[in-house]
């Protein structure tokens, strides 16, 4: 079906202040995948879905990111309590197994989130 | 942390030439992947080279693996202008975890 996609596409919030980004993967991908990226610089893995189980969250900056994916496909990432340093690209990607990395991830296209 | 290292850092080239870039990595791999970004099409896969393999072929992109050397590189022939975007190198850190470089940014002029 369509790629994955992910709302907002921008974010302005002011510290303090508690964001939601949503991401809808490709229907059927069992894999989902959360990465931070700063300016400049490569993704860097957050948290790891296989179907609704979280299996690796060691990415997370803080216990202020909170990710979920209730029913195993829509997924949400939470940032409680904003801080200037959590301003980024937040990319959400999909792949079809649940077998790891020797696939292809597809990426959305990300949340740009400036936090003043 | 990032595990992968691009190098160059920015490259500018003429359309029509051939683009080389690099990527060192510091631990054991499985495998290699390279992906493109630019402002238009977010990040896109281009090619997954597993370590056993030494060189892999799609289009007018080459890449090669040197696990002794702990490398890789990324060919493109006969450039276009579309070839513009920030091209990085992602290997796995665990059995989810991909460690990507900070990319090289490659210009393609006219």
């Known amino acids: 079906g369509a790629g994955v996609s992910q709302s907002p596409r921008y974010k302005v919030a002011k510290r303090g202040q508690d964001v939601a980004l949503r991401c809808d993967p490709i229907s059927g991908h069992v894999s989902l995948f959360w990465y931070q990226q700063a300016l400049g610089q490569g993704p860097e893995f957050l948290t790891y879905?296989?179907?609704?189980?979280?299996?690796?969250k060691s990415g997370l900056p803080s216990d202020r990111f909170f990710a979920e994916r209730p029913e195993g496909s829509v997924s949400t990432l939470k940032i409680q309590r904003t801080q200037q340093e959590d301003s980024a690209v937040y990319l959400c990607a999909s792949s079809s197994r649940g077998g790891g990395l020797a696939e292809t991830q597809y990426f959305g296209p990300g949340t740009r989130l400036l936090v003043l | 942390s990032q595990q992968g290292e691009e190098d160059p850092q920015a490259l500018s080239i003429q359309e029509g030439e051939n683009a080389t870039m690099n990527c060192s990595y510091k631990t054991s791999i499985n495998n290699l992947q390279w992906y493109r970004q630019n402002s238009g099409r977010g990040l896109v896969h281009l090619i997954l080279?597993?370590?056993n393999e030494r060189e892999k072929h799609s289009g007018r992109l080459r890449v090669t693996l040197d696990t002794s050397k702990k490398s890789s590189s990324l060919l493109i022939t006969a450039s276009r202008a579309a070839d513009t975007a920030s091209y990085f190198c992602?290997?796995?850190?665990?059995?989810?975890?991909?460690?990507w470089g900070a990319g090289t940014k490659l210009i393609i002029k006219p």
């Open positions: 879905f296989q179907n609704e189980a979280q299996l690796d």
């Open positions: 992602a290997t796995d850190l665990s059995n989810y975890q991909l460690i």
């Open positions: 080279i597993r370590s």
